[in-house]
């Protein structure tokens, strides 16, 4: 069975190697996604791919079929052998996402404290800036919970990012805080207080932004709305008629 598999495998890769040699190169491509699809455990298909691949510069789709066979190990529980693409994989990209997200596989595998605490923390931006918040949130706070140093702001950003403004919040303040002097994180206060609707905390922030940025007219119709909303109304009027 296993050489009738063999030369059943090697006719295959044949057929899509004279594809290449042709200068076939999308249509080999696709026959090998095809045999793929039947048989996505065979990893014979899967190297031919990633060497095409490679052959024409496309080390994203290269870096895929790695991942793939990497987390095809991972799953039949071979981290060793997970491992070794893992280090393919950095050869060719190592602050990739798929990368690091392998990395940060196997670290749960092993219970690495210093590989959940580096790759967690370095995954969690990633995600968030590719825009996978739950991922980018659950990484965060694996890798604060093994000695990662202080994830605050991404936390918050990740908060904010997931509609969990009131948590966020606490956290810019808590960030304020500890750096009274950064005009970022006073005006992004502001504006979550006027999100969740807490006009008196506005107000608050908005008076000392403003004696910060005397001349930044931006902020009069913000004050304006916050003393209207907090009963000022005669202060409100007085700055709406001076726009």
Known sequence: LKQRQF??????TGEAEGMAAEGR??????????????????FS????????????????DALLQLSAMANLHLTEGRPDQAKEYARRMAELDPEGIDTVRLLFALDRTKSDAEGLKVHGAQLARLAFDSGSYDEAFACLETAVQNGAGDMRMLKAKCLLALKRGMEAKRIFEELLRDHPEDDVLLEQLVTLSEETRDWATAYVHLAELMKRRTGDAKLLPRMARALLQTGKRAEALKIYMDL
């Open 25 to 42: 190169t999308d249509d080999a491509v696709a026959h090998y996604q095809q045999l793929i699809a039947k048989e996505p455990v065979n």
């Open 45 to 60: 298909y899967r190297e031919k791919l990633v060497s095409l691949h490679l052959e024409h510069a496309q080390v994203h």
């Open 7 to 12: 030369f059943r495998t090697l006719s295959q």
